[in-house]
């Protein structure tokens, strides 16, 4: 998604002069180094937001009360979730 939220909202073929096919190695060539480097735990790309990953642990199966009714609910495993932040400068620009 931040590929797509970087060309349709930045628009930096055009604020720099470059054909499509640059712009999508660029930003290719991002997600690969955000890739790797999230998986340490934090990203930031400086300006525009801060990536982070947190473990989600897991729930177990039971039954819970959900909008007033009791609802039969299966367990499930612990998952890796990764989050973007805008950073507070573009937070306060908009």
Do not use: D, H, Q
């Amino acid at each position: 998604w931040l590929f797509f939220f970087l060309v349709f909202f930045f628009k930096p073929k055009t604020a720099y002069e470059m054909k499509k096919g640059e712009v999508t190695k660029v930003l290719n060539s991002l997600a690969a180094v955000a890739a790797k480097e999230v998986k340490k735990g934090k990203f930031v790309i400086p300006g525009v937001c801060m990536i982070k990953t947190r473990l989600k642990p897991a729930t177990k199966a039971g039954k819970r009360e959900m909008f007033g009714k009791v609802c039969v609910v299966k367990a499930k495993p612990a998952k890796t979730v990764v989050k973007a932040f805008p950073v507070a400068a573009l937070k306060k620009s908009v």
